[in-house]
């Protein structure tokens, strides 16, 4: 998502705004979303600098300027791909979709090669070209990064995180450097180190300029972090309230935002998931009406949603449920190649195992 000078300029005059008269409906729009943004003086030189093209607005200016000034959104057509960003944006989200649907193995490879395409195409760039190219690197690393560490390569996760982190910063995207944190945050929690995990999320948190859904995102991702530190249920409890709290009333998938599906129902499998590791019995009913509600091409969250249901069944002391779920998703698991389901699968069944023979 992106504006260009003329756009703003253009559309500037058409309402007979001044720069000054811009900036401050900037800030007012800005303040109503709990937005902080850059002192007047500063905005009013990086104003310029868009409006003669010579830069362009990150991905958080460039969706104010089009809420403020009235711009609509161009909508990315996948046949055409009009901007280098949308060519590079398409490619991305149709490895996220295959990842999505048939699990990280079907699309790992080519994932690992965009990612290496892109770097290749950064260093070759030059001019707004490069900040570009970087937006696009940072999403696609990030995916990269996700696929690795779900088929159980956490060293080469670890290093398309840390590609994704340089690409972002290279962007001036803090949207982009947020998501990277929080999941990388993930990754560590789930190897043994919650501590520096939950230490990343709150070095996420602290980076102004944060839209509301993604706020949402982050504290979901620190209370999913919490459960792993031990004795620390009230953290993972406030920092879901929290996201509860900031999710926006009328929030759905934001297409600036490709990169997280976060809205009520997303938000209620995540809780689901939570509470199933704090062992709270509101767990198994969260997650039953989510399964309703989930889309079916999200069929590795479906997946996983089955091992929650599991996990509850052995928090409730019904082993033969938890058994049951767990056979039913092992196949589904080997389908899907998820090392990372596999793991939490053969966990909850050892432990179902051990139950059953203390009885």
């Known amino acids: ?3 260009d000078g003329k756009e703003i300029r253009a559309a500037r005059a058409r309402r007979g705004w001044s720069q000054a008269q811009l900036i401050a409906a900037l800030h007012a729009h800005a303040s109503q979303q709990g937005i902080a943004l850059m002192s007047p003086h500063s905005l009013r030189i990086a104003l310029s600098r868009w409006e ?3 830069h362009a607005p990150d991905r958080l200016y460039a969706r104010l300027l089009r809420q403020v000034l009235g711009v609509p959104s161009t909508t990315v057509d996948l046949a055409r791909g009009d901007t280098l960003f949308e060519v590079l944006l398409n490619h991305t989200n149709s490895l996220r979709m295959l990842d999505r649907r048939f699990g990280a193995p079907a ?3 080519q994932t690992a090669a965009h990612v290496t395409a892109l770097d290749a195409m950064w260093h070759s760039s030059k001019g707004t070209d490069r900040s570009v190219i970087a937006r696009a690197q940072a999403d696609a690393a990030a995916l990269a990064a996700w696929q690795d560490f779900d088929v159980g390569d956490t060293a080469a996760a670890a290093a398309h995180y840390k590609e994704a982190r340089i690409a972002a910063l290279r962007a001036e995207d803090p949207i ?3 998501h990277t944190l929080g999941e990388e945050a993930v990754m560590l929690a789930e190897t043994g180190q919650a501590e520096a995990a939950l230490a990343q999320v709150s070095q996420a948190e ?9 706020r949402s995102w982050l504290s979901a991702t620190g209370a999913q972090v919490a459960t792993y530190c031990p004795g620390d249920t009230s953290t993972a409890r406030e920092a879901l309230a ?3 709290a900031l999710l926006p009333t009328d929030s759905s998938c934001d297409d600036e935002m490709p990169f997280i599906a976060h809205n009520e129902t997303h938000l209620s499998r995540w809780a689901g998931h939570i509470l199933a590791r704090l062992a709270d019995p509101a767990a198994a009913t969260l997650t039953r009406h989510s399964m309703q509600v989930i889309p079916e091409d999200f069929v590795r969250a479906r ?3 089955q091992l929650d249901l599991a996990q509850a069944a052995i928090n409730a002391g019904q082993r033969e449920e938890a058994m049951s779920l767990l ?3 092992a196949d589904h698991i080997d389908d899907l190649g998820s090392g990372r389901l596999r793991r939490r699968h053969d966990s909850l069944q050892h432990r179902t195992r051990k139950l059953l023979a203390a009885s």
């Open 242 to 244: 929290a996201a509860e």
């Open 1 to 3: 998502m992106t504006i």
């Open 327 to 329: 056979s039913a998703t």
């Open 107 to 109: 699309a790992r490879l």
């Open 176 to 178: 982009l450097l947020v």
């Open 303 to 305: 997946c996983a949603q």
């Open 206 to 214: 602290r980076i102004p300029g944060l839209p509301p859904l993604l």
């Open 52 to 54: 003669n093209g010579r």
